[in-house]
C-alpha cells in the first residue's frame, strides 16, 4: 500500500485557519483522487474535500465557502486551507486516496466514506477548534 502523510493539525480558536497537508510521495500513478474526512466525537466519519487529479474538487455542505482544497506543482502533496473555523470542525481528520479520477461520483465518496474499500487511508491529525 502507498502511505500517505499528514500533517498541520493543531488547535485554534474560532474564527481562526490551518492548513493540514497530505504526502503521496511515492505514489507513481498520474490519476486519482485525494480527499480529506474527520470524525469527530462521537460521530461517524464524514467528508470534507475531495479532489481529481485534474484538479477538480467537491466540497461539503459544511465547509463551502471556508475551506480550499487543492495541489501542490508536484501533485505529490495536498493542502486543505481551513479558515474560519468553528467549534463543530473539532474532529479527527483523516486523508485519502483513491487510484482513478472520480468525477462525479466525488461527491458519492465524500457522502459515503466507505464507498471504496480499495481506499487508502493516512493515521489521522487532529484538529481542535476552540470557542
Known amino acids: 500500500q502507498v502511505p500517505l502523510v499528514e500533517s498541520g493539525g493543531g488547535s485554534v480558536q474560532s474564527g481562526g485557519s490551518l492548513r493540514l497537508s497530505c504526502e503521496a510521495s511515492?505514489?507513481?500513478?498520474?490519476?486519482?483522487?485525494m480527499a480529506w474526512f474527520r470524525q469527530g466525537p462521537g460521530k461517524e466519519r464524514e467528508g470534507v474535500a475531495a479532489?481529481?487529479?485534474?484538479?477538480?474538487?467537491s466540497y461539503a455542505d459544511s465547509v463551502k465557502g471556508r475551506f480550499t482544497i487543492s495541489l501542490d506543482d508536484s501533485k505529490k502533496w495536498q493542502l486543505l486551507q481551513m479558515d474560519s473555523l468553528k467549534p463543530d470542525d473539532t474532529a479527527m481528520y483523516y486523508c485519502?486516496?483513491?487510484?482513478?479520477?472520480?468525477?462525479?461520483?466525488?461527491?458519492?465518496?465524500?457522502?459515503?466514506?466507505?464507498?471504496?474499500?480499495?481506499?487508502?487511508w493516512g493515521q489521522g491529525t487532529q484538529v481542535t477548534v476552540s470557542s
Open positions: 479532489i481529481d487529479s485534474d484538479g477538480s474538487t
Open positions: 485519502a486516496l483513491v487510484s482513478s479520477q472520480l468525477g462525479s461520483q466525488r461527491q458519492w465518496w465524500l457522502n459515503q466514506p466507505s464507498r471504496f474499500p480499495e481506499a487508502v
Open positions: 511515492v505514489y507513481t500513478r498520474t490519476s486519482y483522487c
